[in-house]
Structure formats: C-alpha cells, structure tokens
C-alpha cells in the first residue's frame, strides 16, 4: 500500500494526537505525531515507511509514533489536507520553528512561549483532561 498524504492526514485526524511533550529529564520540549489504532500487515508498514516507529502497547491497538524535525516535515506535507488538526500543526510548526537547535539553550522567554503554545494545543484536545503539568513547573526546572 502506498500511503498518499491525504489518506495519512485522515489517519491523524482520526486516530492521531499531534502534541508538544514537555522532558522534564532533559529540559526540553519534542514535537510529536501519535497514532493509536489497529492496523493490518500492509498499512503498518506503510506508516513504519513514511517514518513512524511501532510500539507494543498491552491491547490490540498499535502506537505509532513520529517526532522531532522529522515530525515537522510531514506535518508541513499535511497541513493542507488535515481538517481536525490543522490548527494543532499549524501551533506545532510554530513551536519547532521556535525552539534551540541542537546544542542550543532555551531562554526564559522561548520556554514562556513555548509553554503558552503548549496550553493552546491542550485546550484545543476534544476531551478537556486535567493538565498534568505547569508552567510554573517548567519554569523553576530550569536556572536561570
């Protein structure tokens, strides 16, 4: 099956979460598409092909998850053909074009920033769940 871009924006809007996680370990902020669903043997390679990366969950549901700069690429591939999560690409397009490059250091006012964008992409999640983390976390995690 060779997976075009509208059909994998369809997958996303459906059964994808586009996010920006917060590492507390290191410090940072990481891009990342999600898709948790049931697949056969050809649309799960199909997805591993396009750069997704399978993990083993405890049900019959499959994760597959994409991140980093290699999230941003295809979400800028996909961002005219998602309709759900369009906003949610276009935040975490954003964010990324915000972030240090490798090796670089996150200022006061990039991690501001970037954990405002966060609250954007969680009040735009169709279940509204309690946050479990805070600004005010993020921000004495840090030495400044």
């Given at each position: 099956?060779?997976?075009?871009?509208?059909?994998?924006?369809?997958?996303?809007?459906?059964?994808?979460?586009?996010?920006?996680?917060w590492?507390?370990?290191?410090?940072?902020?990481?891009?990342?598409?999600?898709?948790?669903?049931?697949?056969?043997?050809?649309?799960?390679?199909?997805?591993?092909?396009?750069?997704?990366?399978?993990?083993?969950?405890?049900?019959?549901?499959?994760?597959?998850?994409?991140?980093?700069?290699?999230?941003?690429n295809?979400?800028?591939?996909?961002?005219?053909?998602?309709?759900?999560?369009?906003?949610?690409?276009?935040?975490l397009?954003?964010?990324?074009?915000?972030m240090?490059?490798?090796?670089g250091?996150?200022?006061?006012?990039?991690?501001?920033?970037?954990?405002?964008?966060?609250?954007?992409?969680?009040?735009?999640?169709?279940?509204?769940?309690?946050?479990?983390?805070?600004?005010?976390?993020?921000?004495?995690?840090?030495?400044?």
């Amino acid at each position: 099956m060779d997976m075009n871009y509208p059909y994998l924006a369809g997958l996303i809007d459906g059964d994808g979460n586009i996010g920006l996680n917060w590492s507390p370990t290191g410090k940072n902020f990481r891009a990342r598409i999600r898709i948790v669903m049931q697949v056969n043997k050809e649309l799960r390679e199909s997805l591993i092909k396009k750069g997704f990366k399978k993990f083993r969950t405890k049900t019959k549901a499959e994760v597959f998850i994409i991140r980093g700069a290699d999230a941003i690429n295809l979400l800028k591939k996909l961002k005219s053909y998602l309709i759900l999560k369009r906003r949610r690409a276009k935040l975490l397009i954003k964010a990324y074009q915000m972030m240090p490059k490798k090796g670089g250091r996150y200022t006061e006012k990039i991690v501001d920033e970037l954990t405002d964008i966060k609250d954007e992409l969680h009040k735009l999640v169709t279940r509204p769940n309690k946050i479990k983390w805070t600004k005010k976390k993020i921000m004495n995690s840090y030495e400044w």
